[in-house]
């Protein structure tokens, strides 16, 4: 079994750190089951959860969830999913199933998650905001904290921004290193890189790719600014298959991202095909973040 990567100490005060004993289901074995908690983090049986039958999402891309598998077997769960009691022993998911389906077919036979109660918003929200200001949180952990606001206590991104005293943009900035791969999210909480690193890597267009330039970042300790250079320098290069009919890409393409980024406070990539056609995307991290798109082309 894959072993847990391991959760940073700042998230101790989050919900307390204090073993709890839960009891398995009838018919295991009767002897009590005693979960390890992890700065504010359970270690849950995976035999004890249960998915949520109001879960909108009903299909999860068999391909994206092997990649998952992978990457669990390799660095295990990096992001905890979260849960609720239902009864004694048993668990609900509320996030990451997605997670959860992949942690059981790599093998896995606990996963770390946060465990709510049904009446612990205020005390939740109180935890978390305060907590988001220590010091000793890395950005992965920060991101966590943001993104539980949301899911947890129904917070848009504007609302969490408010709630911690921080930019939206910032808010914005931390939740999309959660997309990222979990290579780069364990190098931040390992403090192999910083976030200007991560938020430089997430320039580039594919996984495969960030991992390349995350291993090349951490073996010759480039700064964050050689970093952009090199991502720079890779955005320029033309993204269709290699013939002898591509072309350069022109470099207004690239002053084209410099402005959309800008104007969107977001990640763009343009992809350009030999004839000139192609596409621009722009990333995002969740319907709030596209509302505010909407917000500034109107």
Known sequence: MAKQAALGRGLEALLGSDASTI??????????VEEKT?????????????????????HFDAEALQELV???????VIQPITVREIRTGRYQILSGERRFRAAK???LKTIPAFVRSTNDDDVLLIALTENIQREDLDAIEIALCYKRLMDECNFTQEAVSERVGKKRGTVANYLRLLQQP??????LRERKIMMGHARAIAGLPDDKNQIKLL???IDEDLSVRQVEEWVKKAQQQPVAKKTVQDTPTPEYYQQ???VLEKYFNSTVTIKRGEKG????????TGDEEVRAFLTRLQ
Request: proline share 5%; no cysteine.
């Open 215 to 217: 291993r090349k970042t």
């Open 105 to 107: 077919t790599a093998g």
């Open 277 to 284: 056609n192609g596409s621009i995307t722009i990333r995002f």
């Open 23 to 32: 009891r398995p289901r009838s018919g295991q074995n009767e002897r009590t």
């Open 70 to 76: 992978e990457s669990i077997k390799n660095l295990g």
């Open 182 to 187: 979990a290579e780069v999210q364990a190098a």
């Open 38 to 58: 992890l700065s504010g983090v359970s270690e849950i049986n995976l035999d004890a959860i249960e998915t949520n039958p109001d879960q909108p999402r009903k």
């Open 256 to 258: 084209l991202v410099e």
